[in-house]
């Protein structure tokens, strides 16, 4: 009997993470389309590799499509294949991702950059498991999961026909939502540990830790690009700290390669309620602890301003559905 795989490493402890953990495997469960959202960095794909390993789909193939990458012909092709002749230069048949994937799950990232002739096609191969080679006759079968991610908002797209809001409708038959970093903050420490060391593992030396200064400039950093910069990082500093073999714990934290040592100091996410540099002060402050305060305050102002209207208070702070829900349960603001 074939073992079963293992789904990929997803690392953190913070609630938002681990709720999004959760609901991801349990949408694995049942055979549908599934819409992963989150900023770019965020493990969108990993969050993908999960529901299909833990899915009856576990030991097909997981076939991938970066679909930002490819301009509308070339992506129709790799997806849907084509036939000898089809076009100039296709000298003969070409299986294209969804034959790959039979029997499995087809992941496509960045969804929202794939054509409206392409989202069509999409949508056929959803509604009714059926598909045409390029240049071809044969009508194909599909049993393929379809798992989609974007980085953007696919309803705003959809409002201004720049995105098939019927192809919408059937991709999120359920949405899970992979966390932005600045939201699971208590994830950093140990994230940027686990990237450090398997640098230091890649070039033979012990990793010996983050300093306290190395920490608080990470926990700092508002990061834009989320995990994956983080990945860079950690990684980075401790090729910095092995190659200069100053021992010690890892002190220099390069956030910004361009720009020396020092990290760049971005504004945090909520930047109104911020002292100016003139006002700052002088005491030791415990910077998340205020955060949290300024962030639980806003959230609970907006949720009584609408009446408890969780949509319409995520609206008024600019979050998502599921973002503003993440906020509720880590406040505990819902009794």
Same mark, same amino acid.
């Given at each position: 009997?074939?073992?079963?795989?293992?789904?990929?490493?997803?690392?953190?402890?913070?609630?938002?993470?681990?709720?999004?953990?959760?609901?991801?495997?349990?949408?694995?469960?049942?055979?549908?389309?599934?819409?992963?959202?989150?900023?770019?960095?965020?493990?969108?794909?990993?969050?993908?590799?999960?529901?299909?390993?833990?899915?009856?789909?576990?030991?097909?193939?997981?076939?991938?499509?970066?679909? !930002?990458?490819?301009? %509308?012909?070339?992506?129709?092709?790799?997806? $849907?294949?084509? =036939? /000898?002749? &089809?076009?100039?230069? @296709?000298?003969?048949?070409?299986?294209?991702?969804?034959?790959?994937?039979?029997?499995?799950?087809?992941?496509?990232?960045?969804?929202?950059?794939?054509?409206?002739?392409?989202?069509?096609?999409?949508?056929?191969?959803?509604?009714?498991?059926?598909?045409?080679?390029?240049?071809?006759?044969?009508?194909?079968?599909?049993?393929?999961?379809?798992?989609?991610?974007?980085?953007?908002?696919?309803?705003?797209?959809?409002?201004?026909?720049?995105?098939?809001?019927?192809?919408?409708?059937?991709?999120?038959?359920?949405?899970?939502?992979?966390?932005?970093?600045?939201?699971?903050?208590?994830?950093?420490?140990?994230?940027?540990?686990?990237?450090?060391? !398997?640098?230091?593992? %890649?070039?033979?030396?012990?990793?010996?830790? $983050?300093?306290? =200064? /190395?920490? &608080?400039?990470?926990? @700092?950093?508002?990061?834009?690009?989320?995990?994956?910069?983080?990945?860079?990082?950690?990684?980075?500093?401790?090729?910095?700290?092995?190659?200069?073999?100053?021992?010690?714990?890892?002190?220099?934290?390069?956030?910004?390669?361009?720009?020396?040592?020092?990290?760049?100091?971005?504004?945090?996410?909520?930047?109104?309620?911020?002292?100016?540099?003139?006002?700052?002060?002088?005491?030791?402050?415990?910077?998340?602890?205020?955060?949290?305060?300024?962030?639980?305050?806003?959230?609970?102002?907006?949720?009584?301003?609408?009446?408890?209207?969780?949509?319409?208070?995520?609206?008024?702070?600019?979050?998502?559905?599921?973002?503003?829900?993440?906020?509720?349960?880590?406040?505990?603001?819902?009794?």
């Amino acid at each position: 009997m074939q073992a079963r795989p293992s789904p990929p490493e997803l690392l953190g402890q913070s609630r938002v993470f681990l709720d999004a953990l959760e609901h991801a495997s349990h949408v694995a469960e049942i055979n549908r389309p599934v819409l992963i959202t989150g900023e770019r960095g965020s493990g969108k794909e990993l969050f993908a590799g999960r529901i299909h390993f833990l899915s009856g789909r576990w030991d097909g193939p997981l076939i991938k499509v970066n679909c !930002a990458a490819m301009n %509308e012909e070339l992506l129709e092709s790799e997806l $849907f294949g084509h =036939e /000898a002749g &089809a076009f100039s230069g @296709a000298t003969r048949k070409h299986k294209g991702r969804f034959e790959r994937a039979e029997g499995g799950t087809l992941f496509l990232d960045e969804i929202s950059s794939a054509s409206l002739r392409v989202q069509e096609k999409l949508l056929r191969v959803i509604e009714y498991g059926e598909y045409d080679r390029v240049g071809g006759e044969e009508t194909l079968s599909a049993d393929v999961r379809i798992i989609a991610a974007a980085n953007v908002d696919l309803r705003a797209l959809a409002r201004d026909n720049k995105f098939r809001a019927d192809l919408l409708d059937r991709l999120a038959f359920d949405v899970v939502l992979a966390p932005p970093l600045r939201d699971r903050r208590e994830d950093i420490g140990l994230l940027a540990a686990h990237f450090a060391s !398997a640098m230091a593992a %890649e070039l033979g030396v012990q990793f010996p830790g $983050f300093s306290p =200064e /190395a920490l &608080a400039a990470l926990h @700092a950093h508002a990061w834009p690009g989320n995990v994956r910069e983080l990945k860079n990082v950690a990684e980075r500093a401790l090729f910095r700290w092995a190659a200069a073999d100053r021992g010690g714990l890892v002190s220099d934290i390069a956030i910004d390669p361009f720009g020396g040592a020092l990290p760049e100091r971005q504004p945090l996410p909520d930047t109104a309620s911020q002292p100016a540099a003139d006002d700052a002060p002088e005491e030791r402050i415990d910077l998340r602890a205020r955060l949290d305060e300024i962030e639980k305050r806003l959230a609970t102002a907006a949720l009584s301003r609408c009446g408890g209207n969780q949509k319409r208070a995520a609206e008024a702070l600019s979050l998502t559905y599921d973002q503003m829900r993440g906020v509720i349960r880590k406040y505990d603001l819902s009794k």
